[in-house]
């Protein structure tokens, strides 16, 4: 049976586009979304205006002519950040919103905040400028089981901090957890809270890391929880309330450095992103929800106006390949593969 269904262009609200060769090979990837919010996690990070000027000089560069993505940039968050150079670096349009890392929570993430006292006066001057702040939801205490770092950071660090700091408007990211998702719920009046969910999270739970043998493509941060805390997630994801709105957190590592002893965390999912929703999405009885969640809840959020412009998703029949791997230099990354057929292809209106 071939449908359509033709919605605003989308945009992602979390973005890992690296740099150099890397960057290269994957921002074409993204370049049918509207906006993408790019995360600062290089090394060394993002910390000032002035890099993220840069940064997105080099993403402009690689992006195919007449691409529709715009980047907004975002500052990695460190105990030494001017507040000043952040309410600047929003005012003039150049960043979208800043990123809070607890140290070593994720990949890159050794610069990031461990004293939350010294980073207060920054979060004032957010607060009062309304620049959005991302976080990655997790506490690193060793102590904590992997599993419920997003819980007990909710309770640890993400309330304490919104409580401190009356007016501060935060994102929590990549969201794994139904507790993640009724802390979004409860907070978000006034849209003084938001939340992204990424493509890969509303597809695996932890047994597809971990049952019947070692998968590192499926090994992320924050990792895929158990089967309940899918179901939640595809709930908020499809309910098409405002707090909810894509984040695919697409993070691409070569290979070679996946299939380690000790690989790094990420799925790649830029190339097939929006055929996996529009699958989810219809398997669910949903796809009337897809363009509140992928291009209508994300730029409420962030006070943007939604594109202009559309796109259509078009459902064939024959299931559509997309490559194995993409090549960056002498790389290849490995694309995240959903474990079901695709037949939904994202294309010009
Ligand atoms: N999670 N990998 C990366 C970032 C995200 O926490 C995240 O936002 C990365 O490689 O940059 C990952 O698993
Ligand atoms: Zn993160
Ligand atoms: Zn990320």
């Not at 945009?11 to 995360?39: K, Y």
């Not at 929880?225 to 894509?246: D, N, Y």
């Not at 106006?305 to 960056?328: G, S, W």
Request: charged share 25%; proline share 8%.
């Amino acid at each position: 049976m071939n449908k359509f269904l033709t919605i605003r262009r989308p945009d992602d609200w979390h973005l890992h586009l690296r740099d150099d060769e890397m960057l290269n090979a994957v921002t074409p990837h993204s370049a049918d979304f509207g906006r993408a919010i790019i995360m600062p996690n290089l090394v060394p990070p993002v910390v000032t205006g002035g890099q993220a000027r840069d940064y997105r000089a080099r993403i402009r560069a690689a992006l195919p002519e007449g691409a529709a993505l715009k980047p907004l940039m975002t500052l990695y968050l460190t105990e030494t950040t001017d507040p000043a150079d952040v309410v600047a670096a929003h005012a003039e349009g150049l960043i979208a919103a800043v990123k809070l890392y607890p140290a070593g929570a994720t990949t890159n993430s050794a610069s990031g905040v461990t004293d939350f006292d010294k980073v207060r006066p920054v979060l004032e001057a957010m607060a009062e400028a309304g620049v959005p702040l991302c976080v990655h939801g997790e506490v690193t205490d060793p102590a904590v089981d992997i599993f419920d770092r997003e819980a007990v950071f909710i309770e640890r660090v993400l309330d304490p901090v919104r409580r401190a700091t009356p007016g501060l408007r935060v994102v929590m990211e990549h969201i794994t957890t139904a507790d993640g998702i009724a802390y979004v719920r409860e907070n978000a009046a006034d849209a003084a809270m938001g939340g992204t969910i990424t493509t890969h999270h509303l597809v695996i739970n932890r047994n597809a890391i971990l049952a019947g043998g070692i998968r590192p493509h499926y090994y992320c941060l924050p990792v895929a929880k158990r089967e309940t805390h899918r179901l939640a997630l595809r709930e908020a994801a499809m309910s098409g309330q405002g707090p909810f709105f894509l984040g695919t957190d697409s993070a691409p590592h070569p290979d070679r450095a996946k299939l380690q002893p000790c690989g790094c965390a990420g799925c790649f999912t830029a190339p097939n992103t929006m055929s996996i929703l529009a699958q989810v999405f219809e398997e669910d009885g949903k796809l009337e929800t897809l363009e509140a969640f992928a291009s209508l809840n994300g730029p409420a959020f962030y006070r943007l106006p939604p594109n202009e412009d559309r796109v259509t998703l078009r459902r064939q029949d024959e299931p559509i390949r997309y490559p194995e791997t993409i090549t960056a230099g002498e790389e290849t990354v490995t694309v995240f593969d959903p474990g079901f057929d695709l037949h939904w292809q994202m294309e010009p209106a």
